[in-house]
């Protein structure tokens, strides 16, 4: 199962997106409550493809919460395949599709 949820929504030619992403986000700063530093675990870069065409990415860092929640619009419509891809910094990588509708 992703850890990616998705709602694609078609407004007139101009689709919006929400997108919530299940992630712990650690900084490497924090410790646990035995005093050691948990490591750092976060996003580093997100993409969204429509129809095989990037349409949003972004490049995360260490100041971004824990399961990081995105909203962005981009021109579409109804009936057109959404990806949205993640990848941390220590390499893992999630995906989920949708159909706009």
């Known amino acids: ?3 990616i949820r998705i709602k694609a929504k078609d407004r007139k030619g101009l689709v919006d997106v ?13 410790k646990d409550k035995s005093g050691k ?12 493809e429509s129809n095989g065409k990037t349409v949003f990415s972004a ?3 260490t100041s971004i919460s824990k399961d990081p ?12 395949s959404l990806k949205i891809s993640w ?7 999630d995906s989920a599709e949708t159909v706009i509708k």
């Not at 929400?18 to 924090?30: P, S």
């Not at 990848?87 to 990588?93: E, R």
Request: net charge positive; with cysteine.
């Open 1 to 3: 199962m992703s850890s």
């Open 18 to 30: 929400k997108c919530l992403m299940k992630h712990n986000m650690e900084t490497g700063l924090r």
């Open 37 to 48: 530093k948990i490591p750092e675990h976060w996003i580093q870069d997100v993409s969204a």
């Open 59 to 61: 490049a995360f860092n």
């Open 69 to 80: 929640y995105l909203s962005f619009a981009f021109a579409g419509k109804k009936g057109d």
């Open 87 to 93: 990848k941390d910094n220590t390499g893992a990588t």
